[in-house]
């Protein structure tokens, strides 16, 4: 290096001066770090975790088809005839005749001209929204939206105007700023919002991109095998997948495998075979996870299927009183315009600041159950979530609460809603078993913010 030059920046350095690194550190020495636990055993109701038995409420396996006997066949039957690999792209040596079935499989359960399956649903949104858009479009997209939405539209170089989540006036707001901006105009929202359960309300939404001329994409991730009496998702349930263009789901939820599709017009999905750089230039799905995606679809797809998704439901309405009960704030189900309440499988719990949410992760954990924890930034700051989620595999004994078992792992903190509805203080760690679970007080919050996208 010439001498008068100086030294440059290392970006190592990020890594160990990030703002959070403080924080990471004393949750480890604590044991309060709630991710990367060790999950010891098999998928389901109950489950093995760090060498305790835990109840599992923070799994995405919904209709409960990861331990079913007849998707792990389908697994194993795939392994053996294909391997344990395709070590290759779909485009070259990748395509194996179970991809072909699936995506027939899915377009005809959809009723769409056609679908495309990706290696994962994360490659889904990138791929997609980073294909079908470029510099001179405009993307419109909910404040709440998944991360994989965004970064599909940062990759696209459009235009990104973000709406506060699920606010129709400031959609319409977008709309007629995007109309200005001259290129084409595409809306895109999750059917159910991966965080907090809520559902979009997409016949409004569709009505506005047909009043503007823009397409509408929604993401059905925790929609499909969940809503709708077919359990395609919020735009069956809402009765708007005729108004929708294109619809993306993921076989990491209710699919029981790993892996995504794209589902919409013919010519669309043939563009995105040859365009989309997330589908081409990657390695495809190993055969079994393929496999497993096929047999889960058509369980979902076939007799057992209608009751599977309205025990999940009903679990998840048992939890929500359950919760509510206790004086908890949970996130209340959508309610339609007709005035029906919609819950989907996903029940958070509202806490408040990052750390209270940790010790209640931790003391739930230590008493043996396991959730999810939401800190900022998936959630906006200062709205921590413990995030619930059923399956339609748990039965009553799971989500009844375990007095005996919280009493031997005293939880220090936990929220709760103060009986006059005023808003609550932070009070000193004090136990109680209301309920079975333990309680103290924290503040409650009205209205909650949410971060732009
Ligand atoms: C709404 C939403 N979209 C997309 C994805 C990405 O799916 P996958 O896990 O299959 O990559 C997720 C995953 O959490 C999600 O919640």
């Not at 994360?122 to 709440?144: A, K």
């Not at 589908?279 to 979902?300: E, H, N, Q, Y």
């Not at 704030?329 to 029906?340: A, I, N, S, W």
Request: proline share 6%; hydrophobic share 40%.
């Amino acid at each position: 290096m010439p001498e008068a030059t100086q030294a440059p920046t290392d970006v190592f350095e990020k890594a160990r001066t990030h703002e959070r690194a403080e924080q990471l550190k004393a949750a480890k020495e604590a044991d309060l770090l709630p991710y990367f636990r060790l999950i010891e055993s098999e998928a389901g109701p109950l489950m093995e975790i760090e060498g305790n038995e835990k109840v599992m409420l923070g799994s995405n396996n919904y209709v409960g088809l990861t331990g079913d006997d007849r998707v792990k066949q389908a697994a194993r039957d795939a392994l053996e005839r294909y391997g344990t690999g395709l070590t290759g792209s779909r485009l070259l040596n990748g395509t194996i005749p179970l991809h072909v079935e699936l995506e027939r499989e899915l377009a005809d359960w959809l009723g769409t001209e056609d679908a495309l399956t990706f290696t994962t649903g994360y490659q889904v949104n990138l791929g997609t929204i980073g294909t079908i858009l470029e510099p001179g479009d405009t993307v419109i997209c909910d404040s709440g939206d998944h991360a994989s939405i965004l970064d599909g539209c940062r990759l696209s170089g459009a235009h990104l105007r973000p709406f506060r989540h699920n606010q129709l006036d400031k959609l319409e707001k977008m709309l007629d700023r995007a109309a200005g901006d001259g290129g084409g105009v595409l809306v895109i929202v999750d059917g159910v919002f991966s965080m907090e359960g809520d559902i979009a309300p997409l016949p409004g939404i569709a009505e506005l991109c047909e009043r503007y001329g823009a397409r509408l994409m929604v993401d059905e991730a925790h929609g499909v095998g969940v809503l709708g009496a077919r359990g395609v998702g919020a735009s069956e349930l809402l009765g708007v997948e005729d108004r929708v263009d294109l619809r993306m789901g993921t076989f990491s939820k209710s699919l029981a495998s790993c892996g995504g599709f794209i589902a919409g017009p013919a010519d669309v999905v043939e563009y995105l075979k040859i365009s989309a750089r997330a589908f081409m230039f990657t390695a495809s799905a190993v055969p079994s996870a393929v496999g497993a995606a096929l047999a889960a679809l058509r369980i979902i797809r076939g007799p057992d299927g209608p009751e599977l998704l309205a025990k999940l439901l009903d679990n998840a309405a048992y939890l929500h009183r359950g919760l509510s009960d206790l004086g908890l704030e949970v996130v209340e189900p959508t309610r339609l315009d007709d005035g029906t309440d919609v819950i989907t499988p996903i029940v958070p719990v509202v806490v408040g600041e990052d750390w209270q949410a940790v010790m209640l992760w931790k003391a739930l954990f230590d008493a043996g159950v396991y959730t999810n924890v939401a800190l900022h930034p998936a959630v906006p700051p200062g709205g921590a979530l413990l995030r619930t989620s059923l399956m339609a595999t748990h039965e009553r004994r799971h989500l009844r609460p375990r007095p005996r078992r919280l009493r031997r792992h005293p939880v220090p903190l936990a929220p709760r809603r103060p009986a006059d509805g005023s808003t609550g203080t932070f009070v000193r760690p004090a136990l109680t078993h209301a309920g079975g679970f333990p309680l103290v007080q924290i503040r409650t919050r009205g209205g909650r913010r949410r971060k732009p996208c």
